[in-house]
């Protein structure tokens, strides 16, 4: 609104001056005229008095004229006696004229915006935000999801809803081409120019994965169409015959279901899901009927429409980090729930004593226990995360490289005392510097150097006896050293593309092994749900390169990609750089150089390095993460 206003405000400006200028022209010519024609005026008058007339009427007539002309010829001397009320009357009139058309313009610019909001919800792009450059810290919300409310028919709703603050798209319609209905639109292993709309409609149904299309008619599009027609009541080919085509664009179209019967590698994915969130019993299996009661338990617990199939809606709400679970509750109570938190507070989480109630303290401790230990980081104590608890392989709590947070902060206050960090160096984030710090921090007062604050230098770091630096450390060169952190690497085989990663490597030495981990992996097969070490999918790709680079990072949608704060976030795709993390609608990918990214394409059907300079991704850009600092 002050946008409109102050774009109206300098329309308004423009146009005063303008007439102003207009006016002020004019009047010094009517002046003119007038001292013209001054001496001219009794010539004038006494020419038309003494003119002769042809009868009555013609007297009556040269009469009316004479004072018609007079009246006018007496207008600029009129204007110049009672000139403050003429300017008074010409500042009301221009006024009036400047607002009629300032908002008039300001009108026709608000309506096309509601226009374009209107519409915006029909393209994936309605949710990129303005282009700017997130600092350090910041809490910007990354923009809502879109789906539909429904499962069944998502495609007949038309009004944006929303299920768990996430917000819902209708499925737009698009144009159909004239097609000849006794041959196929377009053949199976063939490049055509309607394969693009064919692409991006199955995409918008979620037959697809959200890519940037392509003309090629390969075994993706082939699979995807076969979904179709299953879920459409046609014959089931993967042909592209007239009757797929007519109905894929058109609005009775049905989108993407998994239901009972289905298998796959993305019933698999929803499956491990429900067994984590504790709707279902095992991970193993198909869509069967266990996995069908536990989509309706878990459907009916979070206000979805309750009937057993998975959706857009239903995949959406599975990974919220605000969905309801079938575990541990806050406010529960028990002797497991003493068990779990004696655990968490052995391995350094849980700071509070541990007292059987499922607490926020708790919740918290679970969260940051499922980040270290590379799950999915919602809070809940559900299988996976107990296994992995109480397992003899649970990493225990400790601050490390690409961390973000208060607790980071205070560390790098308590290391700036000590003169191993400058000021300017405290931003709450643990970058390369802070773990050179650390690592000299830790060689200084006899610990073992391993770059990480775990417990024991966490309370030397904050005691009295901690040994201070001779001077704060720098970039360059290797920093830290010594200690007991034991020995170097072995140089990795020509075939190992990911070598442990040093405790010691910068930002752009780790920003390089990220690369070639993504670039080790060019042509391995697009699969859904695909999390590795041969098969992916987009998100797969990113979560399994970014824990072989050496950072524990629990798996993440592209949709739960929009709401991470552990990595610093940049909204503008102009300033995305080597090494960031990607977020497109319903895609993620890793930016390999200037306008190139590496990625899971499910256009391609396997991993691939190419340009992200297009129409397409600038269209669907929402934001990148800086991982490696």
């Not at 639109?185 to 392509?214: C, F, S």
């Not at 904050?462 to 001779?470: G, L, N």
């Not at 497109?584 to 391609?604: E, F, L, P, R």
Request: net charge neutral.
């Amino acid at each position: 609104m002050k946008k409109l206003l102050s774009e109206a405000a300098i329309r308004a400006k423009r146009i005063f001056l303008a007439i102003a200028s207009f006016f002020s022209t004019l009047w010094a010519k009517v002046l003119s005229t007038f001292r013209k024609s001054k001496n001219a005026e009794a010539k004038t008058t006494y020419s038309l008095n003494n003119k002769s007339s042809a009868g009555g009427a013609g007297k009556h007539v040269s009469a009316a004229g004479g004072k018609v002309l007079s009246f006018f010829k007496r207008l600029p001397a009129l204007a110049v006696k009672y000139r403050l009320a003429v300017s008074c009357i010409m500042v009301v009139i221009i006024g009036a004229i400047v607002i009629g058309v300032a908002l008039g313009g300001k009108s026709s610019k608000t309506f096309k915006g509601d226009q374009q909001a209107l519409h915006s919800s029909d393209n994936p792009a309605a949710v990129t935000q303005s282009p700017q450059n997130t600092e350090p810290g910041s809490t910007d919300d990354p923009g809502a999801a879109t789906e539909q409310p429904g499962e069944t028919d998502p495609a007949e709703t038309t009004t944006p809803q929303t299920t768990h603050n996430i917000y819902i798209t209708p499925v737009p319609i698009v144009s159909m081409r004239p097609v000849d209905e006794t041959k196929d639109v377009a053949k199976a292993g063939e490049h055509n120019d309607v394969i693009p709309d064919v692409q991006e409609r199955l995409m918008i149904l979620w037959y697809m994965d959200q890519d940037e299309p392509t003309d090629y008619f390969g075994n993706i599009t082939k699979n995807a169409l076969r979904t179709f027609q299953r879920r459409n009541e046609l014959e089931v080919t993967g042909r592209l015959d007239p009757a797929t085509y007519e109905l894929l664009m058109s609005n009775d179209a049905k989108a993407y279901l998994c239901m009972i019967g289905d298998s796959g590698q993305d019933v698999v994915a929803v499956k491990q899901r429900l067994y984590e969130l504790g709707y279902v019993d095992t991970e193993d299996g198909g869509f069967d009927e266990a996995m069908e009661a536990g989509v309706k338990e878990f459907q009916a617990a979070n206000n979805l429409s309750v009937d057993g199939k998975v959706g857009r809606n239903t995949k959406e709400a599975l990974y919220n980090p605000e969905c309801v679970p079938k575990a541990f509750n806050i406010g529960d109570s028990g002797d497991n729930i003493l068990l779990y938190q004696n655990r968490l507070q052995k391995l350094g989480y849980l700071t509070t004593e541990p007292d059987g109630i499922y607490g926020t303290d708790t919740q918290m401790a679970v969260r940051r226990f499922q980040e270290q230990n590379s799950l999915i980081a919602d809070g809940y104590l559900g299988p996976i995360t107990r296994d992995t608890l109480m397992s003899d392989d649970a990493v225990g709590n400790a601050l490390s490289y690409s961390m973000h947070g208060s607790d980071v902060k205070n560390v790098q206050q308590r290391l700036y005392e000590l003169n191993y960090l400058r000021a300017k160096n405290i931003n709450s984030y643990y970058t390369s510097l802070t773990e050179k710090a650390v690592k000299l921090f830790q060689k200084n007062n006899g610990l073992t150097v391993d770059g990480k604050v775990g417990r024991h230098t966490m309370n030397v770091l904050f005691s009295d006896d901690a040994v201070r630096a001779s001077s704060p450390v720098t970039d360059g060169g290797t920093g830290g050293g010594g200690g007991g952190g034991g020995g170097s690497n072995p140089t990795p085989k020509p075939s190992d593309p990911d070598p442990d990663p040093d405790p010691g490597e910068g930002a752009s030495e780790r920003i390089d092994r990220f690369i070639r981990i993504a670039r080790s992996k060019l042509g391995c097969r697009y699969v859904r749900g695909g999390k590795g070490p041969n098969v992916f999918d987009c998100s797969g790709f990113v979560y399994w390169c970014i824990n072989k680079a050496g950072i524990s990072q629990g798996y993440m949608t592209s949709y739960m990609w929009r709401s991470c704060t552990r990595y610093q976030r940049n909204n503008n795709i102009n300033n995305v750089k080597r090494g960031d993390v990607i977020v497109y609608y319903g895609h993620v990918a890793i930016c390999s150089g200037k306008w190139t990214m590496i990625d899971a394409s499910q256009s391609n059907g396997r991993i691939v390095e190419r340009s992200f300079n297009s129409n397409y991704w600038h269209r669907n850009f929402i934001c990148s993460f800086r991982i490696f600092r």
